[in-house]
């Protein structure tokens, strides 16, 4: 038997299956440091303990897609160590804050299983929950990954597709009990624009580009433990698909949500994935920028200080975003979009 | 109005504005090891909790040119955003030591301000202060830089140049009250020559080189949240007038402390900043060396145990400082030279 | 009298010799994220908080190979700035934890002095010991570097070779008196494979290779406070040997024991450093892989609970390790071996 892991194949999982990821990861404010030189970020939650204590958390929290891509990492060795491709995510929730000496562990169950008509692959569902050290629900979200089968005579099993929300629902948002947002400080924060200020259909350039060098999305996906391997091996990338080594599809969505902040500087917490698709692969080299347009309003029940955006975020290469590059569902898609993300994010509202 | 900081223009400054400035920053241990990581400085009084606590301090201070940066950072989407040169420092002083865990802030003054005779620019002079999470002044500093007009038709303002002193006084100087260097262990610093030994006049070739990366310069600017678009984006850079991405002068400064080491490794404290000019850009490849003429030799008011040590430092690029390369104001700047920094130290004095 | 550092050269050196090593450094959880982020390690001692209490440590330990660079960088200053080679490691044992928060400082004694031949250099061969900041060994280690004279006619001196071990005793490794093995969660850690399961002469390929840029080896070297100029200066490398910086050697055992995590998850500590040879120069692009040899499996006296094992970890550049590239004494070792460690770790038991 050998004593490395070759991943799971398709014809490994079956549904309802739990498996509990190994490495759990303390997190603490080494990662904190090294993500905000990987992406430049400045939400001031996991900027400035002062900041964070004033609203009513203990210190500043690690950055929700920091956490998100801790608790991902853990399940890439037994999920997606023989992916094809990522497909999608959904129903994704953010829980718990997390902050410095966390402890992260991440367990998935298979909810859904559908052989490709080639019988060479298949599509597997997953719903991942990353627990803190109390066991408090920290992200629970779901995706699919198109999974190779190793051997390809193995009978398909039964075709189960789970029937996933095309976004959270507001009333599933969760909300920090403890914290309050009346006393906000939009000086500190870096802008006047609130919850309030913003309308469905509007849509944001965020400006800036960011380039990608080769080092940091290797010490980003490495930080989280991620070990898929096509973003680390040069020696046998050259030989693929693209030449070289791919960029974690996730680092993208840490420099949508980092370059955002130009536009969505008040946009405090990530509540929620509703959706997302890395639409294009990106290389070092590659500059990134991206726009949003604000998708939906919403008022969170019982609470007047806070409320939610539902916004949809294009990162592009390459190509500024003053008009807002098309991602149109009729096929006209603008070959620089490489990220398309559905997601939901709190925003203090102005009070009185 | 767009939700995206467009910066200030020339003519949005007025005399005697305070503008305070987003994003406090939680300065932690994740950031001493990644200043460590990016310049290699070996300053002990930052690298050892012991050799900190044996001086009288709480434990390893974060490293001055450090907390230089994160205060300088904070200030860069007000003050420098659409500015064209970033054109001297003066009268910086470094007060309360920065302890990982402290939360720095900044707040500047507009003190000086004098339009270009083309119309199009105009000198803006900035008396910046941070502090830490108990108002306590960290580092007091001015700085001027030429920021361009929006509207070439705007009336120019009333000229108005502070008068800045060529150097801060060395009763200026802030000496830790509840620190005493008379037991300084110069076998833990690494280096036998102290306060005693230097004298002004002499000079000293720092020897080594060191060679930086893209990555790392862009990644030493993120960590400050240091927002000016020219370090970061090789998209528009590669249009620009150097054809690539400029590195923070500040991480020059960073590199030439670190540099300084060799030769001053008692310098255990940055106290002053005197005056200082990036003479030329520098790119990634470029292979920093450094070399110090020590200006000035100055006894601390009712100290015994340490001493200041004003110096001039001068950084160049793709050249050894064997021969000390000339700064000279005859207009002989040899081309190689891209830092020329006038900055006070405290070093140790021998006791006894 | 040069206030820069020079270095030592082979004359400087005397038999008995003790040399205490400057720059004492606090470890933190910052260096132990950049640790995790430039070689993606993932033993779960290191890696966890919740994981190593478990196990009764009080929390995530420092890695060892990361206190190994540690204690080695301290000593690169005044042993092996004038080397022209690390020639050997031998009798180097693991002690005491190292926490977060601990302050690790490196003392040598020079055990061994041998002229070469040629009368321009000798051997110079030292016992280095690292200690916390309660003067606790941490590791204690022999290593040889062949060292240039200052002056060729400077008379040699009485040729002293020490003997040195093949390996570490068993009964000399240092086994945490506090922590017990008996509940260790191979789900968590990642691998049902114990000590149990492990034979004398089995080899295991790690299969993973990690590419590795000029940035990320010149950050963990500087992280290190390694001063050893080949690796940062490239406007002096240009013009060498090899006409670039070359990688620290020390990455490599890094990134060897980073990648053995796949066929060797639960070695959750380095016990023991038998011998080693940095076999050829490593460059930045050049892609590491590693396979192992278990060479012995040890019990340890009184200990039901863990094992040893001595392994020998080859390193390789751009080539797989699925046919156990061949180190032989031969002669006939592969070009692409670049690294051959002989090491013991020790991993837990099955028990009952």
């Given at each position: 038997m050998t004593k490395t892991n070759p991943g799971n194949y398709f014809e490994d999982f079956k549904l309802g299956q739990e498996i509990v990821h190994a490495t759990p990861r303390t997190v603490t404010e080494g990662d904190m440091a090294l993500y905000v030189a990987l992406t430049g970020s400045r939400f001031p939650l996991h900027s400035a303990d002062t900041f964070a204590q004033d609203l009513g958390y203990e210190g500043a929290t690690i950055d929700d897609v920091l956490a998100f891509h801790v608790v991902f990492g853990k399940t890439v060795p037994d999920i997606s160590l023989n992916a094809v491709a990522n497909l999608g995510y959904a129903a994704g929730r953010f829980g718990e804050p997390v902050y410095p000496g966390d402890t992260l562990s991440s367990v998935s169950e298979v909810i859904g299983l559908k052989e490709n008509s080639n019988g060479k692959t298949g599509t597997v569902y997953v719903r991942s929950i990353g627990v803190n050290q109390r066991g408090e629900m920290v992200l629970d979200y779901c995706r699919w990954v198109m999974v190779r089968k190793r051997d390809e005579s193995a009978p398909a099993p039964e075709a189960v597709v789970p029937d996933l929300p095309d976004a959270v629902p507001v009333s599933d948002l969760i909300v920090p009990a403890g914290a309050g947002f009346a006393t906000y400080d939009t000086v500190a924060a870096g802008s006047p624009h609130l919850w309030d200020d913003y309308s469905a259909g509007?849509?944001?350039?965020?400006?800036?580009?960011?380039?990608?060098?080769?080092?940091?999305?290797?010490?980003?996906?490495?930080?989280?433990?991620?070990?898929?391997?096509?973003?680390?091996?040069?020696?046998?990338?050259?030989?693929?698909?693209?030449?070289?080594?791919?960029?974690y599809g996730g680092h993208i969505i840490s420099i949508a949500r980092a370059l955002s902040f130009n536009g969505l500087a008040n946009a405090v917490r990530v509540a929620a994935i509703n959706g997302g698709r890395h639409v294009a692969p990106t290389f070092a080299g590659d500059t990134i920028y991206a726009w949003t347009e604000i998708l939906e309003k919403q008022e969170i029940p019982d609470r007047r200080d806070i409320g939610a955006l539902r916004l949809r975020t294009i990162a592009v290469k390459d190509r500024a975003c003053a008009d807002f590059p098309n991602v149109g569902a009729d096929g006209k898609t603008d070959p620089s979009v490489v990220l398309d993300l559905d997601y939901t994010v709190l925003v203090p509202r102005r009070v009185g």
């Open positions: 509007e849509k944001i350039d965020h400006v800036d580009g960011m380039t990608i060098e080769e080092s940091e999305h290797a010490m980003a996906t490495r930080l989280y433990q991620n070990t898929a391997r096509v973003h680390f091996n040069q020696h046998t990338e050259k030989e693929g698909r693209f030449g070289r080594r791919l960029i």
